[in-house]
T-cell receptor, first 117, second 112 residues
């Protein structure tokens, strides 16, 4: 089983619909992230969470919200999907034995390909 | 804010050596990472440099110069399976927290 699991893997939804992308991890990491990837733009950070009670906006948070239900679960919601949110979405985790030290490696899920029509 | 620059595409032949450069501008810099991604799959970690110098891991090496805000990924003995996108990413932030900011990626095409 994958250490970081995203569901669904593919989703087509209509403009205006609410949709939730889910992420769960078995790595025991406190830190979780949601990224969006568009062709030629790399990965851009949407939201991140350093523990269950911590939620932070990333570079492109408008139109998105998140929920950290447990240490292992971090969900991304599009409240009212629009076509320019069509993209590949990745969840990632990272962790360090020293909570004050920067993490050296992030672990990514397999991605959710979202199409908004 | 943070910004990273890397070439959009690099081509090479099997067995050759290729270098992918990355320059960055950021505050609160901790280190420079490299990730590989095949055909829209999960990005996978290749290397992390926190200090100046060269880090070698098998056929791949990564270099960092903090004073020049510059790093590179060196791939030796290229194989067809190395055809992929390569992303540099800076880890930066404040005390007790940091995030990864990615460059736009370099597509490496390895030909026979």
């Amino acid at each position: 089983d994958a250490d970081v699991t995203q569901t669904p893997r593919n989703r087509i939804t209509k403009t205006g619909k609410r949709i939730m992308l889910e992420c769960s991890q078995t790595k025991g990491h406190d830190r979780m992230y949601w990224y969006r990837q568009d062709p030629g733009l790399g990965l851009r950070l949407i939201y991140y969470s350093f523990d269950v009670k911590d939620i932070n906006k990333g570079e492109i948070s408008d139109g998105y919200s998140v929920s950290r239900q447990a240490q292992a679960k971090f969900s991304l919601s599009l409240e009212s999907a629009i076509p320019n949110q069509t993209a590949l979405y990745f969840c990632a985790t990272s962790g360090s034995t020293n909570p004050l030290a920067p993490d050296t490696e992030a672990f990514f899920g397999q991605g959710t390909r979202l199409t908004v029509v | 804010g943070q910004s990273l620059e890397q070439p959009s595409e690099v081509t090479a032949v099997e067995g050759a050596i290729v270098q992918i450069n990355c320059t960055y501008q950021t505050s609160g810099f901790y280190g420079l990472s490299w990730y590989q991604q095949h055909d829209g799959g999960a990005p996978t970690f290749l290397s992390y440099n926190a200090l100046d110098g060269l880090e070698e891991t098998g056929r791949f090496s990564s270099f960092l110069s903090r004073s020049d805000s510059y790093g590179y990924l060196l791939l030796q003995e290229l194989q067809m399976k190395d055809s992929a996108s390569y992303f540099c990413a800076v880890r930066a932030g404040g005390w007790g927290y940091s995030t990864l900011t990615f460059g736009k990626g370099t597509m490496l095409l390895v030909s026979p």
